[in-house]
């Protein structure tokens, strides 16, 4: 038994011209184990079915009320100003109590701040408005 260390007497040294593909597939390796761990935990999730985009177009009624907010955090009624969030509990209050009670569109400015649109929703929902929706511009298609 023995172990050929280098070239032999009277053998030409002979230029390997092949490449050695031992450490690509040991990285090749070690990055499908990776990636056969981390998957299963990147994928499990907690199984929600989320709303499909829809365009539906608004129904505008009289007794509708739009609500919107500028980026400033100022809220108009029906394009009146309401100077704080205790007039419009009131007037909020007051439309709900009304057969059929009309539905409240919040129109938010893309600039304002949540907390300015939130406290509308909150309002809505202390006085005991049953329908409220946000008016949004249509995403663009195409182009």
Not at 48 to 63: G, I, R, S
Not at 101 to 130: L, M, T, W
Request: hydrophobic share 45%; proline share 8%.
């Amino acid at each position: 038994m023995s172990i050929a260390i280098g070239p032999s007497e009277g053998e030409d040294d002979e230029v390997i011209s092949t490449i050695n593909t031992t450490p690509l597939v040991d990285v090749m390796m070690v990055l499908l184990i990776i990636f056969l761990i981390t998957i299963p935990v990147v994928a499990h999730t907690v199984p929600v079915q989320l709303p499909k985009e829809a365009n539906v177009p608004t129904q505008t009624k009289p007794e509708n009320i739009i609500i919107a907010v500028n980026k400033d955090g100022d809220i108009f009624w029906n394009q009146l100003l309401v100077p704080d969030a205790g007039i419009l509990r009131a007037k909020l209050r007051a439309v709900a109590g009304t057969v059929p009670q009309p539905e409240v569109h919040i129109r938010g400015d893309q600039n304002a701040r949540y907390e300015s649109i939130g406290k509308v929703v909150f309002a809505c929902q202390r006085a005991g408005i049953v329908k409220v929706g946000f008016i949004t511009e249509p995403p663009v298609r195409g182009g």
